[in-house]
């Protein structure tokens, strides 16, 4: 029987280019010279944090990321942009801004997307398996007909389908 696994993952590559990529952008720009502006990512707290010497100048780095990550083909759901607050350390009114990074589904977006293929009428199971969601059916076409349903829905997180079997 055909299956198929929906996930929700970043590619981790694609992060770094995207924020060396803005990292080249603030040091070409004539209005970051002389300016303490830094972008870092944790892989361990999944999370970006942005510093920079003003709030002007940190909506300018977010706005540099989200170009970068979307040439680098990163989709803007997996981020989540907290507000933005003053920085403890450095200049007087220096300001961060922390980005969450949304990877792996939750189990309320699981149940949420189980839900809908059941509603769909269309012949296919969906079993929630930790942050995965395995969808498995008779037909290849049902499994892809899943596929573009779930696409055309507007979720709260970017999903990959992997590991189709036939």
Known sequence: MPSLDIV????????????????????????????PVEITVDRKEKK??????????????KDMFESAAIRRGLHLKSFE??????ARHGATGAMKRDVKLKEGLTSELAKEIAKMVKESKIKVQASIQGDEVRL??????????????????????PL???NMKS
């Not at 992060?15 to 080249?24: C, F, S």
């Not at 510093?51 to 940190?58: E, I, Q, R, V």
């Open 136 to 157: 498995t059916g008779k037909q290849i076409d049902d499994l892809r007909s899943v596929m573009a349903m779930l696409n055309a829905a507007d979720l709260d997180q």
């Open 160 to 162: 990959q389908f992997v």
């Open 48 to 61: 970006i944090h942005m510093h920079a010497a003003d709030g002007g100048k940190l909506d300018a780095v």
């Open 81 to 86: 942009f907290l507000p933005a607050e003053p």
């Open 8 to 35: 929700s993952k970043i590619d981790f590559a694609e992060l770094d280019n995207a924020i060396n990529n803005t990292r080249k952008a603030i040091a070409s720009r004539f209005d970051f010279r002389n300016s």
